[in-house]
């Protein structure tokens, strides 16, 4: 078994040492570093249940191995490192299934689910879905502004006022925090519901509350320019804002998995 660890150590040296610069070096991922703590976090809350379910190794766990490593492989030469990453939790999941079987692979299935938590979405992939939310959020922005009679018009992800020009850059699309609230509500629901259903409710439900809380953030700095000519663009006022505003949507998943948990008591009860 040290062996084991120590080869998978070395084959995924270059892996881990390119996602610990990605969780570094951007804010997008920066919760990487708590997605391995929280796993063993889960499995060691696990470790009655694991002791107690059977033993059963089986073959197909090794033709699983073999698989991810093939991936691993392609993705290290044609420099795919999300792919490289992806591989290494289908490598865990396979030696899971080999050593121990498809009973214990079940129990730890959510675990290993939290690791992709960790790997950077590609580049074309995230900008492909930053730009329909930076046009949605911002024509719901100006529709708001306009409502209240505010002279507004917008020309893309541009939002022009009378003496102010304003942009929604990727930052104010909501996908940012979208990501942080879809990991938040994957770990409160694995750990406060039992009913797997409710679980992936309350995991969906950091999408409407990212966009949301963004579209607010944006409305917000068009009112306050508008009415109070106050700029919440500027660095350490727009970093406090995000603060206050990422709260916001935290507060809208508590409450949402407080709901939930009335639907999943009750249903635990029948």
Known sequence: MTSLFFSFVFAYFPVWERLILGWYSSDEYSHGFFIVPLCIYIIWRKKEILTEIPVKPSWWGLSLVIFSLFLYLFAYFAEISTIASFSMVVLLAGVIIYLYGFLIFKELLFPLFFLLFMIPIPAQIYSS????????????????????????????????????????????????????????????????????????????????????????????????????????????????????????????????????SIWDKSATEK
């Open 129 to 260: 879905l930053t730009i329909p939310l930076q046009l949605f959020v911002t024509k719901v922005s100006v529709w708001l502004g306009s409502t209240i009679g505010i002279p507004i018009y917008r020309e893309g992800n541009v939002i022009h006022l009378p003496d102010r020009t304003m942009q929604v850059v990727q930052a104010c699309s909501g996908l940012r925090s979208m990501i942080s609230l879809l990991m938040l509500g994957a770990i409160f629901g694995y750990l406060s519901l039992k009913s797997n259903m409710l679980r992936f409710a309350l995991f969906l439900s950091g999408i409407p509350a990212a966009i949301f809380v963004n579209i607010i953030r944006v409305s917000l700095m068009v009112f306050a320019f508008y009415f109070f000519n106050y700029d919440l663009t500027k660095d350490s006022v727009h970093t406090v804002f995000g603060i206050i505003i990422f709260f916001i949507a935290l507060i809208i998943i508590v409450l949402t998995k407080g709901v939930l």
